[in-house]
């Protein structure tokens, strides 16, 4: 059971230059998140999807766009890269069901992004 | 949205000291996670725990969630147990958060031998 995983865990990106960062999870959950950390402070949300085919902004969305064509997959995608989307991305999931205390996070071992 | 507060933002210790990490948060919440991010940035998974206590061997945590805080716990710490703690809430109001968590700064932990 690997549980969440990102690839690739290291990219080195031109300015202007666009990438797709993958995640894959085998825990069949619904919920899917991508975050980004920038140093000294706590992951920020980006996008985020309840379900394939779903997908929906998060707190820090703009730069960035996301897909979800099947349930264990979440795509995200920067178009033109910016110096300013240096960051570790994380990719996580937790299981939708709605069930009262069901709701437990699981991330990625994330992805080293760095754009020059 | 809800505010996290983690304190102290650093802590070093020397190996075997106890320590307790806090995490404050502006409104009720459905869920609380700690995770531990290792020097590799691996976010490990520590505690789910909206409520009440949990241990699992020299850590264990404690929220109140009336008084909106939680403490983590780290007893005889080792070389190993360095790194970042994060505290993470979600707050559902409505049911339309999602799972969304909302993350702390962390409290950067240094055990030296």
């Known amino acids: 059971n690997a549980g969440v995983t990102q690839t690739p865990k290291f990219r080195v990106l031109k300015t202007g230059q666009s990438m797709t960062l993958l995640c894959a999870q085998d825990m069949n959950h619904e919920y899917m998140y991508w975050y980004r950390q920038d140093p000294g402070m706590g992951l920020r949300l980006i996008h985020y999807s309840v379900g394939e085919g779903t997908t929906a902004k998060g707190e820090v969305p703009d730069g960035y766009n996301v897909s979800r064509l099947k349930k264990q997959n979440f795509l995200l995608g920067l178009e033109s890269a910016a110096p300013s989307q240096t960051s570790v991305y994380f990719c996580?999931?937790?299981?939708?069901?709605?069930?009262?205390?069901?709701?437990?996070?699981?991330f990625g071992q994330g992805t080293r992004l760095t754009v020059v | 949205g809800i505010q996290v507060e983690q304190s102290p933002p650093d802590l070093i210790l020397q190996e075997g000291a106890n320590s307790t990490l806090r995490c404050n948060f502006s409104d009720s919440v459905n869920n609380l996670q700690w995770f531990h991010q290792n020097p590799w940035g691996q976010l490990i998974n520590l505690f789910y725990?909206?409520?009440g206590t949990k241990q699992n061997g020299r850590l264990s945590a404690t929220t109140v969630a009336t008084e909106r805080y939680s403490l983590l716990y780290i007893s005889s710490s080792q070389t190993t147990d360095s790194g970042v703690y994060f505290c993470a809430v979600l707050r559902d109001a409505g049911g339309t958060s999602y799972g969304k968590l909302t993350f702390g700064q962390g409290t950067i932990l240094t055990v030296h031998p």
């Open positions: 996580a999931s937790s299981p939708g069901t709605g069930r009262t205390g069901d709701t437990e996070a699981f």
């Open positions: 725990i909206p409520s």
